[in-house]
């Protein structure tokens, strides 16, 4: 049982550059979201999918877009990556919104130089 | 502004002790309250919640005690074990349990001495 899993683990970016992180989900969950966490910090939310076809903003989508691209998939894209993005990102799944159990990934060490 | 706040960085108990690890919030609107826990190079996991119409919750050798009016919430491990060593992260949601309305502390990091 995989669970969820993210790819890349790690991740070096130049400033500018552009780059997707993938998660998938194997348990038939319908929400999945995607964290990142910084040091001294909790998790944030960055952005969510409630079910296939929707996604919607967190606490920190400013320089993210995401694509839910089927049940079992979600990505993250920088587009034009800053240093302020240096951080662990986290996928998580959940089987609905109201679900609480979160089932996260095992995280993706992005820097940006 | 943290609404969910764990204020003590990192803990050290002997293994077989009791761990206490603390949580206060600020917002009132919370009413359904977790602890994930966290090894190096994993993702959170799962650990125990509880609603805000109960003031504890047991399971097996972890419980959460809820206190509403000091806005309050602890978890106890009792005995503490070497493997309990782990990143502690405080979470609470508004409305039932929202996932995309859960807050995060910063975490505790407890060790537990053999």
């Known amino acids: 049982n995989a669970g969820v899993t993210q790819t890349p683990k790690f991740q070096v970016l130049k400033t500018g550059q552009s780059m997707t992180l993938q998660c998938a989900q194997d348990?038939?969950?319908?929400?999945m979201y995607w964290y990142r966490q910084d040091p001294g910090m909790g998790l944030r939310l960055i952005y969510y999918?409630?079910?296939?076809?929707?996604?919607d903003k967190g606490e920190v989508p400013n320089g993210y877009n995401v694509s839910r691209l089927n049940k079992r998939e979600f990505s993250l894209r920088l587009e034009s990556a800053a240093p302020s993005q240096t951080s662990v990102y986290f996928c998580?799944?959940?089987?609905?919104?109201?679900?609480?159990?979160?089932?996260f990934g095992a995280g993706s060490r992005l820097t940006v130089l | 502004d943290q609404q969910v706040k764990q204020n003590s960085p990192s803990l050290s108990v002997q293994e077989g002790r009791i761990s206490i690890l603390n949580c206060d919030y600020t917002?009132?609107?919370?009413?359904?309250f977790l602890w994930y826990k966290k090894y190096p190079a994993e993702g959170p996991t799962f650990l125990i919640s509880?609603?805000?119409?109960?003031d504890k919750n047991e399971d097996g050798r972890f419980t959460v005690f809820l206190n509403k009016s000091a806005k309050h919430l602890s978890l106890h491990i009792v005995p503490s074990q070497p493997g309990d060593s782990a990143v502690y992260f405080c979470a609470a949601s508004v409305g039932g349990g929202s996932n995309y309305k859960l807050t995060f502390g910063k975490g505790t990091l407890l060790t537990v001495n053999p």
């Open positions: 998580a799944s959940s089987v609905s919104p109201g679900a609480n159990v979160l089932t």
């Open positions: 999918s409630a079910s296939e076809g929707t996604t």
């Open positions: 509880i609603s805000s119409i109960k």
């Open positions: 917002n009132s609107m919370f009413d359904y």
């Open positions: 348990m038939n969950h319908n929400s």
